[in-house]
Each structure stands twice: as C-alpha cells, then as structure tokens.
C-alpha cells in the first residue's frame, strides 16, 4: 500500500523557518518525480514545487523562489521542503504528492498544516 | 500561467446524471487531470489524461475533452460523491488548478 506521511508542520512568527518532511513507502520512491501542493484555509490547491526523481532539478512557484527549497533523500525515501522568510501568506495544509506530467498528482499524503502569525 | 474556470458548486439528487466543466484560459492538449477532495481529507486522483480512469475509481467516473474544454461526469451519482472536484492542468508550467466545483446531494 502507498503511504506518504507529512511531518513538522506547526505555528511559526513571521521571518522564521520550518522543514517539512514526507515519509514514503509501498511503491520505489527514486523512481517517481515528487511535489509540494498546498491549500490555504478553506482555498483551493496550489502546487508549490516539484523535484525530478534523482533530483537533480527542481522547480517552483514564483511566490515561494529564493526562501523556499525542495530537496530528497532516495536512501531514506523522503521528500524535504525547508521554508524559509515564511510569511502570513504561507499558511496552508501543505501535500506532498507524486508528480508525473502524464499522470497528474497520483499518491497524495495526508498533509500537514503550517500556520504562520505572530 | 493557464487559468482554469469551473463552476463553484451543483446540487443534484442520488441516481443523477452530473457533469462538471472546466475551461482553460489556452490549450492543454489533453493533458488534463480529476481530482476529488472529500472534506477534510487529501485529495485523490479520479481521471487523468482528460479521459483515463485511475485504477480503483468507480466506472461511474468518466471524463472528456481535449484543447480548452472538459468535462467530468458522474453517472449515476451517488450519497458517498459528496465532494469538491478540481480540475488540473500540466501542459502548460507552472501546473495549475481549478478552483474547485462543491458537489452537494439533494
């Protein structure tokens, strides 16, 4: 069964920086390209980044560029977003999830929420 | 980036036919995806490739469409189809949503 499971979301003041990670299992995780989808409260879906399989490329969303970055670890099979000069903004359950251009957003985790305010 | 429009919400009754729209601001080939979001919970994915059923959703999903313009459909709906429905894009960068059509049941 495929299971990815978010962690080290919480309340953070403004200017400050949290790391979320994802754990994943049931299916070969180098094998898949991975992403970041978040939603802010009561709002729709906003894909923020995305990382190739082997990472070696990684791509993000205009709003997020320079504070937030998106990193893996194969051996561990984990997915990384270390967020950083986090903002009001940035609250939102964030997802990781699988990314392929011809499949979509296929394996999605539960989320977990970051909720920035002072 | 390619804006894509949907209806907010639809009301209809169990055993109905329902079809949800989504329009693209320019074309994605058919590179289009479903997505169910039941509250509180992750969304799933239901059709991707604008008409392909993910495995392990119902045959009463079924989506369509090519270019601007798709279309998922439910037939017949039913009490457990009680969600929000986003459409996505990946032809184009950045990949992008709908805003979500809200499905409730009368």
């Known amino acids: 069964e495929v299971q990815l499971v978010e962690s080290g979301g919480g309340l953070v003041q403004p200017g400050r920086s949290l790391k979320l990670s994802c754990a994943a299992s049931g299916f070969t995780f180098s094998d898949y390209n991975m992403a970041w989808v978040r939603q802010a409260p009561k709002k729709g879906l906003e894909w923020v980044a995305t990382?190739?399989?082997?990472?070696?490329?990684?791509y993000y969303r205009d709003s997020v560029k320079g504070r937030f970055t998106i990193s893996r670890d194969n051996a561990k099979s984990t997915l990384y977003l270390q967020m950083d000069s986090l903002r009001s903004e940035d609250t939102a359950t964030y997802y990781c999830a699988s990314w392929a251009q011809d499949w979509g957003f296929a394996y999605w985790g539960q989320g977990t929420l970051v909720t920035v305010s002072s | 980036d390619t804006v894509l429009t949907q209806s907010p919400a639809l009301a209809v009754s169990p055993g109905e036919r329902v079809t949800i729209s989504c329009r693209a601001s320019e074309s994605v080939s058919t590179l289009m995806h479903w997505y169910q979001q039941k509250p509180g919970q992750q969304p799933t994915l239901l059709i991707y490739?604008?008409?392909n059923l993910e495995s392990g959703v119902p045959a009463r999903f079924s989506g369509s469409g090519s270019g601007t313009d798709f279309t998922l459909t439910i037939d017949p709906v039913e009490a457990d189809d009680t969600a929000t429905y986003y459409c996505?894009?990946?032809?184009?960068?950045?990949?992008?949503f709908g805003a979500g059509t809200k499905l409730e049941l009368k």
């Open positions: 990382i190739s399989y082997d990472g070696s490329s990684t």
């Open positions: 996505q894009q990946s032809w184009n960068d950045p990949p992008t």
């Open positions: 490739l604008a008409s």
